[in-house]
């Protein structure tokens, strides 16, 4: 048996009720943690505008964001995009938006230490995005 539940905009109360009914069942519950066009959408909504262009950029770009292409204006920093990124997801499970333990549709690339040489989504989630940010951006 399968049974999918949507709940728009639960109280604290009710959440709190359904999410600790699941937790009591969980070996028997399969969460969905997939990235939807809603759920892109909400993603991308609720970024600040530096990292909307990172994810904008890596939908039309297969994915890949060079740190070149997003260094303007003689700023050489990118500190600060990459917390914006996880904020987002993070607050998304807080809120309801999807659960825990979605995949992060961006992640930076580099060296460490701070260091990004660029972002990168994973190729299954491009069209995905895509299509999420030209519906919002039409």
Request: proline fraction near 7%; aromatic fraction near 6%; charged fraction near 25%.
């Amino acid at each position: 048996m399968r049974i999918t539940v949507t709940v728009d905009d639960p109280t604290g109360d009710f959440q709190g009720k359904l999410l600790a009914l699941l937790a009591e069942h969980a070996p028997q519950v399969e969460v969905d943690a997939t990235w939807t066009i809603e759920r892109a959408a909400r993603y991308y909504r609720e970024l600040p505008t530096r990292a909307r262009d990172i994810v904008r950029l890596a939908a039309v770009q297969d994915g890949l964001v060079e740190a070149s292409e997003l260094r303007t204006n003689g700023d050489a920093s990118l500190r600060g995009h990459s917390g914006a990124l996880k904020r987002v997801l993070e607050r998304g499970v807080r809120q309801g938006w999807w659960p825990d333990g979605m995949t992060p549709p961006i992640e930076p690339q580099g060296p460490g230490f701070g260091k990004v040489k660029g972002y990168l989504m994973p190729l299954h989630l491009v069209d995905i995005f895509s299509t999420a940010i030209d519906n919002i951006e039409k």
